[in-house]
């Protein structure tokens, strides 16, 4: 089974590298570097990747971001 990479999931949900360059406004070289060597995405790039696609700045690089939240700490609780 192969595991896409959230790196992966965002060029697909771009329409290809070169889409997903062209929208965030680096060369195509960039993301082909992102996927092919693992060059990590700036934390600039990683909000306006999420904005266009969906997918999240802490997937793109939880090093920076931190993990995903979990769904029981991010819910707001009444009190009173």
Known sequence: MNHVTPIEEA??????????ALSIGVKQAHVWNWLHRGTPVTA???????AL?????????P????????PAKSKKVRVG
């Open 11 to 20: 060029v697909n949900r771009a329409g290809g590298q070169t889409a997903l």
């Open 44 to 50: 600039e790039l990683c909000k306006k990747i999420e």
């Open 53 to 61: 696609t969906g997918v999240p700045s802490h997937d793109l690089r």
């Open 63 to 70: 090093d920076v971001f931190g993990e995903a939240p979990s």
